[in-house]
């Protein structure tokens, strides 16, 4: 029970240090690099259909709940087919963290909810505020749920944490 | 140029998520990923003020782009909190709700008095600025 994708840092200290992954270049790269492609498409769509003033900001919300379900169901199906490793790791940081990552944002949405009360809409205020993060929350579990259906689970090898 | 630019910071800002995320989650006791939680009120108050400043200052449109839709926009992360929001939610107990709601509630009351916290600080500045 609990959240068991921390139990192996505190396991036990390995021997031989290896770089925590924030450390490694390789890896910062594929996130940097991700982060650049899922940055450039989250700035395209916000400049070809802005958001109106005092209106729900769509391209945002849109782009959030996406985002939600595109890494939920990533990061379940990777899960699945095996231990965060090698390329696996690389698709999780490079596609995750990098893409998916830099193409939804948090404090877009969070200025956006201001400027809404700002304007003189506090009930779309909240209604947005409330409403994105339900259904990030929402299209996350939904798209980890499918992902367990479709994935399925890898021959189970004794010793591994998961 | 400037879509490329932005593009660049934001994969900076996305690099930079990722390292400071790491970094906080080697020193974290608490039961929620408390680095998603920095990242994304710091970035709020940021953009809050890069949007408070631009308002008045619109020499600073072209850096709003830059650095508010390009770095801070791929620094904070919209879909990591839902999903760490989800497993909170998903494991097992009574506590697990709590931790959801007290994860994503006390994240997006957090960012959003920090957004509107930069944008009145913005609109000082510049209004200082513009006067003095």
């Known amino acids: 029970m609990g959240l068991t994708e921390q139990a192996p840092e505190t396991a036990h200290p390995a021997p031989t240090p290896v770089p925590a992954a924030h450390h490694r270049p390789a890896l910062l790269a594929a996130v940097l690099l991700g982060g650049v492609v899922g940055t450039l498409v989250r700035t395209l769509l916000e400049s070809a259909l802005p958001p109106g003033a005092g209106a729900w900001p769509w391209t945002t919300f849109l782009i959030n709940v996406f985002g939600s379900a595109m890494l939920g169901g990533l990061l379940e199906s990777l899960a699945r087919r095996g231990p965060d490793r090698g390329l696996r790791r690389l698709i999780r940081l490079g596609g995750g963290t990098g893409v998916i990552g830099g193409f939804t944002t948090y404090s877009t949405f969070a200025v956006e909810a201001d400027q809404l009360a700002l304007a003189g809409r506090p009930i779309l205020a909240i209604g947005y505020a409330v409403g994105s993060i339900a259904a990030g929350l929402a299209a996350a579990g939904l798209a980890i749920c499918a992902a367990r259906r479709m994935v399925p689970h890898p021959t189970p090898s004794p010793g591994e944490g998961r | 140029m400037l879509l490329a630019l932005t593009a660049l910071a934001g994969g900076f800002g996305a690099a930079t998520r990722f390292w400071l995320d790491g970094a906080i989650a080697r020193h974290n006791p608490l039961p929620i990923p408390l680095g998603t939680v920095v990242i994304n009120v710091s970035g709020a108050l940021l953009l809050g003020l890069l949007t408070g400043l631009a308002l008045d200052v619109p020499v600073l449109g072209p850096w709003k782009h ?67």
């Open chain 2, 66 to 132: 830059v650095l508010g839709t390009g770095f801070l926009g791929g620094y904070t992360t919209f879909s990591t909190a839902s999903v760490e929001g989800i497993r909170l939610a998903s494991a097992r107990g009574p506590r697990a709700t709590i931790l959801a709601v007290a994860d994503a509630g006390g994240m997006l009351a957090m960012a959003l008095v920090a957004a509107a916290l930069g944008l009145w600080l913005g609109r000082m500045l510049a209004q200082a600025g513009a006067g003095g």
